[in-house]
Nanobody, 122 residues
Framework: QVQLVESGGGMVQAGGSLRLSCAVS????????MAWFRRVPGKEREFVAA????????YYAGSVRGRFTVSRDNLKNTVFLQMNALKPEDTAVYYC???????????????WGQGTQVTVSS
């Protein structure tokens, strides 16, 4: 049973930073590409960032490129999303995912965390 648990969400003012973590248990993290998605109520889940299993390749949505950084520590079975220069439109529930990826579509990923809320005030 693979479990993904996100942490690090919260409320921050525009221009601030947050660092999300995703701890993986049940499988060896280094086997899988990982990704972050986000969802706003009433909208589809949106791709944010992805990273290859070895961490060499990273991919970003245009809306976050240059502000967000995805990284991983396979020894600690953890993936991170460093979010800088946050904007109110970044407000969403953020989910980490693992699976066959990397890719920008949710169907590329087999396991999902429960999500963590990020709220950016103006």
């Amino acid at each position: 049973q693979v479990q993904l648990v996100e942490s690090g969400g919260g409320m921050v003012q525009a221009g601030g930073s947050l660092r999300l973590s995703c701890a993986v248990s049940g499988r060896t993290l280094s086997t899988y590409p990982m990704a972050w998605f986000r969802r706003v109520p009433g909208k589809e889940r949106e791709f944010v960032a992805a990273i290859t299993s070895g961490g060499v390749g990273t991919y970003y949505a245009g809306s976050v490129r240059g502000r967000f950084t995805v990284s991983r520590d396979n020894l600690k079975n953890t993936v991170f999303l460093q979010m800088n220069a946050l904007k109110p439109e970044d407000t969403a529930v953020y989910y980490c995912a693992a699976g066959r990826g990397p890719g920008r579509t949710p169907s590329n990923y087999d396991w999902w965390g429960q999500g963590t809320q990020v709220t950016v005030s103006s």
